[in-house]
């Protein structure tokens, strides 16, 4: 959002800047700004260890198997972050090993193993600690 917000009044300093009488001395003022907004936009986004989703996987490049892309895709899901699973596959049927922290991780993880490419069938046998 804050780096929507910043594009959005770069753009808007560049069309006032722009639609009035521009002058070389407010070429120099709107090169200030971009570099401003550009270290602005740098310091808000987060580290590619932060990245979630799909960027990562495709900097390791996409597993092939529906084992792997179904791991892939719980390695990379925020809210099951530090969670370990075991995926193992036969043909398009997985199946999802470990220990969940809740409901709702094992809900999420049999979610994105059910819509995952490939995949025709989860078992799941995740567990969930009494508590």
Known sequence: MRQMAAALILLA????LVGSRFSPADGDKLAAVSRLT???LRDALPTDAALAGPVGAFRRGLPDDP?????AR????RR???VPFTVSAEGEKVTLR?????????????SLAE???????????LAVPAG
Do not use: I, Q, S
Request: glycine share 10%; no cysteine; net charge neutral.
């Open 38 to 40: 550009a270290a602005k």
């Open 98 to 110: 470990g220990v969940v922290p809740d409901a709702a991780a094992r809900r999420r993880a049999v």
């Open 80 to 82: 099951l972050a530090g």
């Open 115 to 125: 819509n995952t490419v490939g995949v025709a069938e989860v078992v799941d046998e």
């Open 13 to 16: 300093l560049f069309v006032v």
């Open 67 to 71: 084992a792997g892309r179904v791991k």
């Open 74 to 77: 719980l390695e990379t899901d």
